[in-house]
């Protein structure tokens, strides 16, 4: 027998009331809603579940604003001590080249 792929709650009834009788086809009829109830109440909090632990490794692997704060004043911190070591040792070649081109003055004379 070909059942068809929807069937409302109405038509499930009333045969049930047809073949069955009104008080056996409310109490089939209040099963089948507790049954629907309960596999709704559990893939809803399997849902919930599975948000919060989505939230929680969102947390944990993606940076926040606080992250990015933090990160950016690190990066400023490693940026300026890079660029006072790049100066001094531009000063010490400089200083250095002066100071080799005074000595071969010298040494040609």
Request: without cysteine.
């Amino acid at each position: 027998m070909e059942t068809p792929e929807n069937i409302s709650t109405a038509d499930i009834r009333n045969f049930l009331e047809r073949r069955l009788g009104e008080k056996e086809a409310d109490e089939i009829m209040n099963y089948i809603n507790t049954e629907i109830d309960k596999q709704v109440a559990e893939k809803v909090d399997a849902s919930r579940k599975e948000i919060t632990l989505w939230r929680d490794d969102m947390k944990n692997v993606f940076a926040t604003k606080e992250d990015a704060t933090v990160l950016q004043k690190k990066l400023i911190k490693r940026v300026s001590t890079a660029e006072g070591t790049l100066i001094l040792w531009s000063f010490v070649f400089w200083i250095t080249l002066i100071i080799a081109i005074v000595v071969i003055f010298k040494v040609m004379r």
